[in-house]
């Protein structure tokens, strides 16, 4: 309760100029708290949380715009063309990555949700562990993916990146350099299925690179993802088929540094708060 107390004070002191990074914030609080409050597995509580979190301002032109939408998860809309990432993603890739992979996790999440619901209601919890994998694979498919397009932009970002994350890459690996080059090679060494992850730390207020297996292993709860990188082979295969190196090579020159940027000054001000 006293997470969710500070949470509340966070929310309050968010301003209103910051739409999409507090949504961005959000989606990680609730999923955290949802773990906290230990009913991770009680469907309609953890939808109330996610509600509360998101759904105030869908409809806004944020970064999670139509990810959560009347009570149900919704597949959002890519912030750019299927072809605006050529040559280093091309469109058939992206449109099947999105389309059909993103809202396949999407469509299991609100069915997984739904089994959770009436599992609650019948008072029948036999085929829990079942459901709980279930919601983590396909909640943190769909969070991670709405993340991975934003992750990217047509050019990336030019070799530029903002002061406050150059600086704060500096304070936590030494040099912008430096990250980068462990965020390449942390995504092309994950195991199998997975994720590359930038992440703020809030216990420590610093900067992470993460490797996540599937889509929800080997995290640090608490941690917001800043930037991710897909590294299951349907986000590369058509192209690159067994070299996953020339993907991340190519991701890191699409990379958003703007994006992360964003969410890395909002990881702040939640971090504050939650510290307090
Ligand atoms: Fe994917």
């Excluded at 990188?229 to 991340?248: F, I, P, S, T």
Aim: one cysteine or more.
């Amino acid at each position: 309760m006293l997470i969710r107390h500070r949470r509340m004070k966070w929310e309050a002191s968010m301003n209103n100029d910051s739409l999409s990074r507090r949504n961005v914030l959000k989606i990680g609080a609730a999923s955290v708290i949802g773990v906290m409050t230990g009913k991770l597995y009680a469907a309609e509580q953890i939808k109330k949380e996610m509600n509360m979190a998101m759904g105030k301002n869908i409809g806004s032109m944020s970064a999670f715009t139509g990810v959560f939408e009347n009570g149900q998860y919704t597949l959002p809309p890519l912030p750019y063309g299927y072809d605006a990432l050529e040559p280093m993603y091309e469109a058939q890739t992206l449109k099947i990555h999105h389309d059909k992979h993103h809202a396949g996790y999407v469509k299991g999440l609100n069915s997984t949700l739904s089994k959770l619901a009436d599992a609650s209601k019948a008072g029948d919890f036999a085929a829990i562990k079942c459901l709980s994998i279930d919601l983590a694979f396909n909640g943190s498919g769909h969070i991670l993916h709405t993340l991975f397009w934003h992750s990217m932009k047509p050019g990336g970002n030019g070799g530029q990146m903002p002061a406050e994350l150059k600086a704060a890459l500096d304070e936590s690996f030494g040099s912008a350099d430096s990250a980068q080059a462990q965020f390449a090679a942390a995504t092309k060494a994950v195991e199998g299925s997975g994720w590359g992850v930038l992440a703020f730390e809030p216990v420590a207020g610093k900067l992470l690179v993460l490797q996540c297996e599937k889509h929800q292993n080997l995290t640090i709860w608490g941690v917001v993802p800043l930037l991710v990188c897909d590294v299951w082979e349907h986000a590369y295969y058509l192209k690159y088929q067994n070299n996953r190196g020339e993907w991340v090579d190519n991701f890191m020159k699409l990379a958003n540094w703007d994006f992360a940027a964003q969410r890395l000054a909002a990881a702040k001000t939640c971090a504050a708060e939650l510290r307090k």
